[in-house]
Structure formats: C-alpha cells, structure tokens
C-alpha cells in the first residue's frame, strides 16, 4: 500500500527548481559530482508532480574568472579572493554551447517554463538561480516567480552544497518558503562544505525534506 505524501504541492504557488543535471556535472564529467546521475530519474518523477517547474544551467564563457587555467600558477579547487569574496577555483565546466553544459540525456522534464542560465558574467560566478555571487547581480528569477505567483520553492539537484544552497538561501532572502529535497540532491563536499551549506540553510530557515514525502 503506498503511504500518502506528507506534503501536498499547490500548483498555484508551488514551483520545482532543478539544479544543473547538465553532462559536466555528472560521472565522467569534468566536474564530476559523485553519483549526480542518481538525481535525473527522481527530479524526472518530481517535476510530474509539479505544473510549474525551472530549470538552471551553469552556462560560462571560456574566459570564466572561476577557471583555474586563467589564473596564472593556480590549479582547481584552490581559494583566490576576488572583488566580491572568496572563490573557489573549478576545473573549465558548462562552458557555453558545449556538450559538457548540456543537459543530461535522461533529463525528461519537457513542461519546464523556464532555463535560468546563470554564471555567464565573465568577471563574477554565480551558483545561486537567484543572485550571483556578488551577492548584487540578480538573474531575474526573483522577479519572474513573484509575477507568476510562486510562493513555495523545491529544490533539486547539483550540487547540494554549492549551487543547490546558495539557491536555496537567496530564495529565503528573497521571501519565499523554501525546502531543498535531500535524496533529490548530490554534493561535492569540498572541505567539509557540505555539513556547512546544511548549517547555513537549517539556519536560515530551509525546510530539509525527501522525495517520499511528495511522492509518497
């Protein structure tokens, strides 16, 4: 006997944000995260559940400040402080109109409204749908799910502990209830990031929910 779901999604202010299943982030990608490929068929069952959903795609020039091969001596995964902060130094990723920013192939999510394309700023990243991470640039997604009555946002995808959280968070500064759908979500957990990114989104306010509790 299946178990009802413990939440009900509303589809007049409900919205699905799926997080970058795109080719690099998988197995085998060039910013691999462990098992991202696990998420494509449960964020495939989830957005069924949902009229509203968005997409985001990491979607840099070549050029991309975050590349380590542009900083002269400094290889990935390394911190440099720029203007807006601390940034981590990632392996070329999702560069623009290349196999490795595509969508995974399984991704099946046909009915989304929108693809946020974010961190394609050459000079600032951005792993939040939201805000990029001078923490001034907005992407427009605020504004868009405000105009179209969103009120409840579902997180999804990769990683948990970068794009996923900064995500999540700006959606709580933004005003909106927010819950991140654990199972639904992979991490790179660089350095403890990940124990870190939950702390910060407990804090904030971040519901921490599983797929079953939509699915049932």
Partial sequence: MTAEPKFRINQADDVLLVVDLQN?????GALAVAHGDEVVPLANRLARLF??????QDWHPRAHISFAENH???KPFEFITLPY???VLWPVHCVQQTPGAAFHRDVDIPHARAVIRKGH????????????ADHTTPTGLTGYLRDTGVKRVWCCGLATDFCVA??????????????VIEDATRAIDLNGSLDAAWREMNAAGVRRVRAADLLG
């Fill in 85 to 87: 902060g601390e940034q």
């Fill in 51 to 56: 009229t509203h959903v968005v997409l985001t």
């Fill in 72 to 74: 002269a001596g400094r």
């Fill in 166 to 179: 900064w995500s999540s968070l700006d959606a709580c500064a933004a005003g909106f209830d927010v819950a």
């Fill in 24 to 28: 690099d982030f998988m197995p085998g």
């Fill in 121 to 132: 700023h050459q000079h600032v990243d951005s792993y939040s749908a939201f805000v990029e």
